[in-house]
């Protein structure tokens, strides 16, 4: 008992943060060592015996212990199956017990304490205090690696280094003192040992889970939740590990079956981002599996299952500790063709991918051990490959849960993504242009019909299986494609959920409807009688929707239902649902929202992850280079004018003294900060933080900026300067401030949308979109200015502002300043009409602009002004 337990706290002491933690974590036990394997692990991983008298020969018999039941009454247990190979040899008590008189230490030393006392003779172990059960025991303890094939090994190879290796056990306990001699040399050990243990730790899990299970039935504690989808989890907040048990009923369809041991990783997540996934059907069997859905209501109603909170660990522990017991690497004896013993778990189950739980797989067989094959690598192989199957599409609409799986040629996989990505930046393009959702729609489609053409079912196409399979397919490329950086992500995300929207309106009602009931989104509908009963309440949601109005579906045409009212917190707060009893009552028109909400979150959960697998992707040099092409061609605005002089125009002088000059072509936001830092002799910080990015993007070099500040700030001294402003400058180009700034060269210049729509400018401040940000008055005064005067010009450009097309507003005056300029340039091919609606970027107004002016001057190269990203 010398270091078995932890040494009492003396009172008055305070732990240390060290300390602390250390009692907290589950696995900091005591390290004891596998005197076969020379295996040093927290003893939980090992397997103690003690030495026990047989009660009925007195012969000393090895017992493995820390199994025990913890069950007072078990009597309505089956006695387990008999080894796989029963040794005739083995006396009778050596058969697998019931769970009764299992042959732990507790039950055999009911009866074995006399022969314990006459075996322990003279030595030195007899009960001791320390030995709370008074149970008395032969020799201390002895660890074996808990592990399957170590103990198979022990009777069945002859040439195998662990033949008869438990004889070995108890010898380091003895200290050398050869006070156990005799004991030892005569000591037996289980034939089926192995079997024998399986046996035992599978009934304590199931125990333990039967157990937790009743808790949260007859107590409603949350122990155990059952999950109805695999992205369930992401919203528990007590997450310790997922079971999966399969099907709950005969004959109902898998679409996915995890392997023995996987993972599943939490987007997002502070702690445990990653947790395990235990494939119960396998790692209990199909016997065990039977019999914890008989004890459980709560495991039989369902398949999946999140186990979590604090008094779980053990359980949890327990599970890891079975899986580390039956590791193997069954993939290896699939590829070896190593003909295969019958499997001593009857796991004969599915194995599926590891890294997205939500694809559906094919099969392949577990079987047991070979214990020869010991040069395995378990930590790198313990996750099988999948097996897929080719995906079906029965709706037009599609969540982009599962990833495709069959074949593709390069060329589709680069031509879908190119399809795809042209339609999203068209998209993407519009809600710039700030379009409403029928111009939208109506400027779509005929992209959409050339691009990505989709179908309902009810149209009877012949392609719709080819559309929706490329819909499908380019979807994911483009996930690959925009998943390395956040604002591609985010940038993606919103595109994606413009077309699903796009899409989800246009959709046959009653397809649309079944689709929808796919989602399993957990709504309840409301019944016909609830909705009289409510119907006051529910009408002045319904007129609180219009406005105040009264008009619409009356309250029982409309389609209603209710879901929990954390789930749309947002309808919430507009007051858009009627809410009773923690419920939210979400009418028929609402429900759109929150199908775009959990397809949003859906996808940027699903970016995450796509963002951790990347790195795996390094190495293939086919789809590396059309990814990167496609990244780059999707390019966020913001980060196309990331390096001073990257972006610079051939031939142009871009200095410090030149800056007044080229003034000339800059958008109205950057032309105003010019003028207040000209008038003024200073600018407030975020002016300067725009305007800097702005000249870093047309090509401005360090030195450069540095000088036209110093020279800009005509109102404070030196000093000050280099004191206050000189290192803005300098961090902006990355030439200062931390590894990450110094590595992306500083920040990107800022595009229109982030302008229009980030810190807006307060008294004394000059940044910003002057056609959002200024009165229309001030505004009018302001292109007067800059020499718009052209009454039709200003008055478009006031109506493009009151509905807030700010783009418009900005590409208007561009086209007037620039009229003769892109005739010429439309009448010689240079530029087309599309490539002029699209400036988003005031960086990118500036090139445009000079180039224009400079068309004759310009290199052949860069007079197509083509914009970034398209
Ligand atoms: Fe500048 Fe863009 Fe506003 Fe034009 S629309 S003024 S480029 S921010």
Redesign the pocket.
Known sequence: MKYTKTKPVKSGYKLTKFQRHLRRNPYAEPVRLCPITETALPKFFLQSFNLMAHPETGEPWFVPTGLESKVPDTAAEPPPDAADEPNQSTPKAEAIPSESSESTATEMDKDGTAHAAKLAGSHSHPPTKQNTNNKPRIGPSAYVLSYQPLFQEFERHERSPYKKGYKRLGWMSDHGHNKLGSALNKAQWRADMDAFLLELMRRRVVEGLAHFARLVEEEGRGYVVRCERWDDVFGIKHRGCLLYLGPAEDGQVEEYVPPRLSKIDIPGARYGKVIAVHNLRMVLGEEHQARLREQSKLFREGSLFLLGRQATVKLQMSLWKLQGYIADDEQEAADSGTPTPAPTTTDKTSVGETRDPQGPRATATMNRIDAKRRNVDHRKKQFADPVFKETQYPHRLNFYSAPPTADITLEQFEQWAIDRSRVLAELEACSFRNKTPAETAAHMKPLLDKYLPLDSTSSGSSQLHAQRQKDHYSHFILRLAFASTEDLRRRFTRVETMLFRLRFQTDDSRERAAFVRTLNLDWEPVSEEEKRELAQQLGATLAAGHGGKRGGPGVMDEDWCKVDWTRVPDLVETRKVYLRGGMAYVPGREQQSMVLNAFTKRLEEALELTSRALPNLDEDDRLTPILNHLSKNFIAPDSGYTNAGSSAIEGAEISARNIDNLSQHF????SHVHRTLRRDGKLKHFGRLQYTLFLKGIGLSLEEALVFWRTGFRAVSDDTFNKEYRYNVRHCYGDVGGDSNRRSGGYSPFG?QK??TEHAPGPGEAHG????HFTIDNLTTLLRATGVTDPAVLKGVKEDTEAQR??IA?NRVFEHLHKTELKRAKDEGIMTAAQLET?VH?NE?FKRSYLLKHLDKAPKGERDVKMEGS
């Open positions: 958008p109205l936001c950057m229109c302008i229009l979109c002057p056609y959002r700010y783009h900005c400036i005031p107004y």
